[in-house]
Nanobody, 125 residues
Framework: VQLQASGGGLVQTGGSLRISCAAS????????MAWFRQIQGKEREFVAA????????DYARSVKGRFTISRDNARNTGYLQMDSLRPEDTAIYYC???????????????????WGQGTQVTVSS
């Protein structure tokens, strides 16, 4: 599976941005796509995840209620809609995927075998 992320950019505080991650290759019934982010000087952290089969989702506490993860199964593409953006959301966002990760491990980056290139999201104050 190969992942191609797109859609980052510069937005003002309170604005919105949607980033996408297109997956190519065969995906299993347990395919999970996640977004992680790395703020400069900090470790990569979990943002959100979605299981393509069924649409179950999970979010980090810091983005819950502001970010929405979704997927288009026909296009094998996942999306992260980011609303009410804050300067502290500025980071490089990475999409990741796994064919086997169980729900209790969704927030662990070690559980994901496939990674896309990062996309920069910058929120100006």
């Amino acid at each position: 599976v190969q992942l191609q992320a797109s859609g980052g950019g510069l937005v003002q505080t309170g604005g919105s941005l949607r980033i996408s991650c297109a997956a190519s290759g065969r995906t299993s019934s347990r395919f999970v796509m996640a977004w992680f982010r790395q703020i400069q000087g900090k470790e990569r952290e979990f943002v959100a995840a979605i299981m393509f089969n069924g649409g179950n989702t999970d979010y980090a506490r810091s983005v819950k209620g502001r970010f929405t993860i979704s997927r288009d199964n026909a296009r094998n593409t996942g999306y992260l809609q980011m609303d009410s953006l804050r300067p502290e959301d500025t980071a490089i966002y990475y999409c990741a995927a796994s064919q086997t990760v169980i729900h209790s491990n969704w927030a662990s980056q070690n559980a994901y075998a496939y990674w896309g290139q990062g996309t920069q999201v910058t929120v100006s104050s």
